[in-house]
C-alpha cells in the first residue's frame, strides 16, 4: 500500500514536472514573438514584456528579456549585415587609409551616437529600471504620451532627408534620444524613430538607422547579463522566435513606410495603455 502510494506520489510530482516545463516553453514561444513583432516596431517591447507575464501572472526571471532580444539582434544582424561589412570596411579604412567614403563617415556617426546615449540608458536602467518596470500604470502612460507624441511629429514633420545625407547633428541627436528608453513603455525605437522624423528624416530612413543604432547597444546588453543565462529548451525556443519573427518585421516595416505612416502604431499604443489602466483598477 505505501509503495503504491509513493509510486502514485512519485508519478505525480514527474507529471507536474513536466506539465510546468511544458508551461514553461509556451511562455518563451509567446514571449518571443511578442518581443520579434514589438522591438523592431516603435510600440515598446519592454512594455509587452513586463504587462504580460503582470497580466498572467507569469513568473519570468529577468536575464530572459536580454535573451529574447538578443533573437532580434541576430535578425536585424542577419538583414543588415551587408551594411554593416560596408560600415566598418569604411570606418576602418577612413582611419588607416585616410579613405572618405559614405559607409565611413556613418561608422563613425554611429559609434558617436551609440557612446552617450547607451551609456546614460544603461546607467539609467541599472538603477531605477527594475523598479520602473513594476509600475504598470507608468508603462501605460509611458505608451500613451509616446504614440500622441509620434502621431503628431510624424504628421507635422516634413520628409527632407534620407539615410544617405544624414549629418552628424541628426544621428547623434537620435542616438542621445535612446537614454530615454529606460522608462518601459517609450520604446528605443520609439523614440529615435520620433526624434528622426522630428529632424525631418524620412520614415525608411529613420527607421533603417534606428535598427542600426540598437545593433551595438543590444550587443553589449546580451554580452554583459550572459552569465546570467540559462540555456534549456526555454531559452533556444524564444531566442529563435524573436529572431525568425524580427527578420519579417523589418522586411515588412521597412517596405509599409515607403508609402505608410506610423499613425498605426500611435493609435496602437493608445489603445493598449487605456488598457492597461482599465485592467489595473479592476484588479483594485
Given amino acids: 500500500y505505501l509503495a503504491l502510494v509513493f509510486g502514485e506520489c512519485k508519478h505525480c510530482h514527474c507529471a507536474c514536472l513536466r506539465m510546468k516545463k511544458m508551461n514553461e516553453i509556451l511562455q518563451a514561444l509567446i514571449l518571443g514573438i511578442v518581443q520579434g513583432l514589438t522591438e523592431l516596431l516603435p510600440i515598446s517591447s519592454s512594455a509587452h514584456l513586463n504587462l504580460i507575464p503582470w497580466a498572467f501572472n507569469w513568473d519570468i526571471p529577468e536575464s530572459f528579456d536580454v535573451a529574447l532580444h538578443f533573437g532580434t539582434l541576430l535578425a536585424i544582424v542577419l538583414f543588415f549585415y551587408k551594411d554593416w561589412l560596408k560600415l566598418i570596411k569604411g570606418g576602418f579604412n577612413q582611419v588607416v587609409k585616410k579613405e572618405k567614403t559614405f559607409e565611413g563617415k556613418m561608422f563613425w556617426y554611429l559609434v558617436a551616437a551609440t ?3 547607451g551609456a546614460i540608458g544603461f546607467l539609467l536602467d541599472h538603477f531605477v529600471g527594475d523598479n520602473l518596470a513594476k509600475m504598470p500604470l507608468l508603462i501605460a502612460s509611458a505608451l500613451i504620451i509616446m504614440g500622441i507624441v509620434l502621431y503628431i511629429v510624424d504628421k507635422k514633420a516634413p520628409s527632407k532627408t534620407d539615410y544617405e545625407h544624414m549629418t552628424f547633428k541628426q544621428t547623434f541627436l537620435i542616438g542621445f534620444s ?11 525605437s520609439g523614440v529615435t524613430m520620433t526624434t528622426g522624423r522630428a529632424m525631418g528624416i524620412d520614415r525608411e530612413s529613420t ?4 535598427f542600426l543604432l540598437s545593433t551595438p547597444i543590444v550587443l553589449g546588453a546580451t554580452l554583459y547579463k550572459f552569465k546570467d543565462f540559462v ?10 522566435s524573436s529572431f525568425l519573427v524580427g ?3 523589418i522586411k515588412f516595416l521597412l517596405e509599409y513606410l515607403k508609402k505608410g505612416s506610423f499613425k498605426i502604431f500611435a493609435v496602437y499604443r493608445i489603445i ?3 488598457a492597461v489602466i482599465g485592467l489595473y483598477l479592476i484588479r483594485l
Avoid: D, E, T
Fill in 207 to 210: 527607421a533603417k538607422y534606428s
Fill in 247 to 249: 527578420v519579417l518585421v
Fill in 272 to 274: 493598449l495603455g487605456l
Fill in 178 to 188: 535612446q537614454a530615454l528608453a529606460f522608462i518601459p513603455g517609450v520604446s528605443r
Fill in 115 to 117: 557612446i552617450p546615449g
Fill in 231 to 240: 540555456f534549456g529548451m526555454p531559452f533556444f525556443v524564444g531566442v529563435l
